[in-house]
């Protein structure tokens, strides 16, 4: 079963500083992959998507996330955080042709300090 | 921007009460989903749906479990006759097609007592 991680659970930064949160998923085969944020009281959003193509991705806010294949990674940066960016922050697998699942990891919490 | 409605936001049942969770998903999307997170855990998929039946399903989606679009824009996932395991934060989505992302609605947290 696919199955997707992430190492940090609880991260916390000075704003200004850079982000990089890990993601890893366990399946050989294509995927389309997801970063979701969860700002505190709302609702999972989109923050950005690969399907094909440029391994490197542009979300909004800021964040882009770079996809290799080789490592089955999609991590997510950005250069110089916000205490905005203070959010849970999700990374998910569809498996092309496998249906519309989303396989989420366990989630990053990250606390952006000013 | 069009969004995923979810009611109520918060319910409360007694253990082996029916409850039912209503959602609203984005006018001109085709794929509808339920995913649920209990406290402290990963966001789980139960269900999807789509053409007016289920087109997937995970292994916590038993017999207890239904969902159904009665109108043209109400989706709902009903539980039959809650657990204590139960309690959790249930998410409704939607998506324009397959594989496409999803869009979440805020949640319903259900507490069962």
Partial sequence: AQSVSQHNHHVILSEAASLELGCNYSYGGTVNLFWY??????????????????????????????????KFSFNLRKPSVQWSDTAEYFCAVILTGGGNKLTFGTGTQLKVEL | EPEVTQTPSHQVTQMGQE????????????????????LGQKVE?????????????????????????????????????????????????????????????????????
């Fill in chain 1, 37 to 70: 944020v969860q700002y505190p009281g709302q609702h999972l959003q989109l923050l950005l998507k690969y399907f094909s193509g440029d391994p490197l991705v542009k979300g909004i806010k800021g964040f882009e996330a770079e996809f290799i294949k080789s």
């Fill in chain 2, 19 to 38: 409850v039912i969770l209503r959602c609203v998903p984005i006018s001109n999307h085709l794929y509808f989903y339920w995913y649920r997170q209990i």
């Fill in chain 2, 45 to 113: 998929f139960l269900v999807s749906f789509y053409n007016n039946e289920i087109s997937e399903k995970s292994e916590i989606f038993d017999d207890q479990f239904s969902v159904e679009r009665p109108d043209g824009s109400n989706f709902t996932l009903k539980i039959r006759s809650t657990k204590l395991e139960d309690s959790a934060m249930y998410f409704c989505a939607s998506s324009e097609r397959q594989g496409q992302p999803q869009h979440f609605g805020d949640g319903t947290r259900l507490s069962i007592l």
